[in-house]
């Protein structure tokens, strides 16, 4: 092992941590049912449902929920 493996991974951890701290809903319209079962699946995980900056508010793929310290 090289000596900069350990940093390499440890970076890879890092990186990995970063990508789960939020999603996006996927696609489709932002009606009521829609929002309130994956508000339901996002709080089963711990986050909340927050509108992506810049989006409106018609599109599902304009909520994100957001996880851990990301909120």
Do not use: W
Not at 1 to 15: G, Q, S
Request: hydrophobic letters at 40%.
């Amino acid at each position: 092992m090289t000596p900069l493996a350990p940093i390499a991974l440890a970076a890879a951890f890092v990186v990995g941590g970063c990508a789960q701290r939020s999603y996006g809903l996927g696609q489709g319209d932002a009606n009521y049912d829609a929002l309130a079962q994956a508000s339901k699946e996002c709080q089963a995980k711990g986050g909340e449902i927050r509108l992506r900056a810049g989006y409106d508010n018609h599109a599902l793929s304009s909520y994100e929920c957001l996880l851990g310290n990301a909120r």
